[in-house]
């Protein structure tokens, strides 16, 4: 009996470690928080093309408190801030990133008409009548808030506050073509496009509204709308170069003039939106471009605050950089074949 008693003992010994070791092995590692859904919260990875970036926490709204948006004003709406949960930021800390990571801005942007459908870190997004649906902008958000942060890296500048964009039917435009506007002095912009036209390209023109409100960040609403046509419009295009140049299948903005000037568009700042207003926009970046590597960073902004109005070469170009626009033309005609 004694022996039985004995092998019972160790086999109870035996069962209770194991039970031990079970208990105290390492847990699973979580599933990354990115891509998955719960509730009214969807937290969503920036696109997968770009590289190193940490993913964005993206508020989609649920119908009923989509209906509770809309047609309100700023004073009476709910705030529908979101704060990200300690797995995004833990998630978002391991991550490499071009710049640091941006704050998140509490609260809400200025109310716009129509529903609002997302909040990312830093914009809200409103959809009206007869234009991208709701599931379209929901998906597009957090490419939009990415494209902000390149933009940001880009320009050294960081936005400070939040901005409201909202998504409108192409009739509800300020004058035929116009694709967007940025309100900056009201912390919003507006994008004009039809229910069936492609949501990709709107992504590039809102990088480029966006660029305008870090134009104000930077320089401040005064300098900003006293602007020089060239370097305002051609600085937020510069800006938005990461979406708008494979766009136009080009590797820089010289590359970009280069291609327009073969196909016989005439390299004129001054008159430059005869040939079109994505013409005018993209030859500006590229004289934007030329400034900018030939004369640095600290004269251009010099350059850009002593604008007079918005008319095309209204800037004081001799003050600033010993030469008139026209000679500063010729001289940026001949950088294109360098």
């Known amino acids: 009996m004694s022996r039985i008693a004995y092998r019972a003992f160790v086999l109870l010994a035996c069962t209770v470690m194991c039970a031990s070791l079970i208990a105290v092995r390492p847990l ?45 004003t700023a004073s009476t709406r709910t705030s529908v801030d979101v704060e990200p949960t300690q797995l995004v930021r833990a998630a978002e800390a391991a991550l490499p990133t071009r710049m640091p990571f941006p704050a998140h801005i509490a609260g809400a942007g200025p ?77 919003r912009a507006e994008l004009y496009y039809r229910p069936f036209e492609d949501p990709e390209r709107a992504a590039t023109i809102a990088a480029h509204e966006l660029g305008h409100h870090l134009e104000a960040q930077r320089y401040g609403e005064g300098d900003q709308r006293a602007a020089d046509t060239i370097l305002h419009e051609g600085l937020a295009t510069w800006i938005a170069a990461d979406r708008w140049l494979p766009m136009c299948g080009a590797t820089s903005w010289k590359a970009r003039a280069r291609q327009l000037r073969d196909a016989g568009v005439p390299l004129r700042l001054l008159t430059a939106e005869r040939s079109g207003a994505d013409n005018a926009y993209e030859l500006w970046a590229s004289f934007v471009d030329f400034v900018i590597e030939r004369y640095g960073w600290e004269r251009f902004d010099t350059l850009y605050r002593s604008g007079r109005g918005r008319a095309p070469g209204s800037s004081d170009y001799q003050a600033v950089l010993g030469k008139s626009v026209d000679e500063l033309a010729d001289d940026w005609r001949a950088w294109l074949d360098e």
């Open 28 to 72: 699973p590692t979580l599933p990354n928080p990115a891509n998955t859904q719960g509730g009214t919260t969807l937290l969503i990875d920036g696109p997968a093309t770009h590289e190193a970036t940490a993913p964005a926490a993206v508020r989609t709204l649920t119908p009923r408190a989509r209906a509770a948006t809309m047609n309100t």
């Open 111 to 187: 109310a716009l008409r129509g529903t609002l459908v997302a909040q990312t870190e830093r914009l809200d997004l409103y959809i009206g009548k007869q234009t991208f649906s709701l599931d379209q902008i929901s998906v597009l958000a957090p490419l939009l808030e990415q494209l902000l942060r390149d933009d940001e890296a880009r320009f050294g500048t960081t936005l400070q506050h939040r901005v409201s964009i909202g998504f409108y039917r192409a009739a509800l435009a300020p004058q035929r073509g116009v694709r967007g506007m940025a309100y900056t002095d009201e912390q």
